[in-house]
């Protein structure tokens, strides 16, 4: 087992999620100083850069639950990066792949884990649309939590490690 501290299983790993987190945060700022609450600046077609404040979840899960919900996703967000540190520390050197996932949930949580805490909601920005199909708006975080967890799914269904059984770390 590599130490957190050396090797490509450690601190390596843990630039990448300080990378995401300061491009989250630069991004959001941003946004907020050059937009006001829910104003719309088309970018492309299909994206706009719009200023929203999501107090829920993904999609706006919770978002009307009263307040509580902050707390709650506060404390969540805690455990499950405690969690996915761990799970980093854990992994061998030839687990780059899931490393990079890891990593980029852990920045990418701890950035709207500092919006949580500072304002009480998450800052929203980025808007997709196409052909009359509206995404949720969401921020570079959310784009690095999709995108690590797409992977560590990837990677437990398809890894390429034999001997661990389906995908790496999953056996049946």
């Known amino acids: 087992m590599p130490d957190l501290a050396s090797g ?10 300080a990378l995401i987190l300061l491009l989250d945060q630069a991004t959001k700022i941003y946004a907020e100083y050059s937009l ?14 719009t200023l929203l404040q999501n107090r829920g979840a993904a999609f706006s899960f919770l978002a009307d639950a009263g ?3 902050r707390w ?19 992994l061998n050197d030839d687990e780059q792949s899931l490393a990079v996932a890891l990593s980029l949930i852990i920045g990418g949580a701890v950035g709207n884990l500092i919006d949580r805490i500072q304002y009480g909601y998450v ?7 196409a052909m009359g199909w509206h995404w949720p708006a ?13 992977v560590v799914a990837w ?3 398809f890894g390429s490690n034999p001997d661990k059984g389906v995908g790496n770390g999953v056996s049946l």
């Open 36 to 49: 006001e609450l829910y104003q719309s600046i088309e970018i492309l077609p299909f994206l706009n850069i």
């Open 67 to 69: 307040g509580w919900q």
């Open 123 to 129: 800052v929203d920005f980025i808007d997709l649309y």
């Open 8 to 17: 490509r299983g450690g601190i390596v790993w843990l630039r990448l999620s």
């Open 72 to 90: 709650f996703f506060v404390s969540l967000t805690v455990v499950i990066t405690v969690f996915l540190l761990r799970w980093l520390r854990s």
């Open 155 to 157: 990677d437990a269904l």
């Open 138 to 150: 969401f921020n570079v975080a959310d784009s690095a939590i999709t995108v690590g967890a797409v």
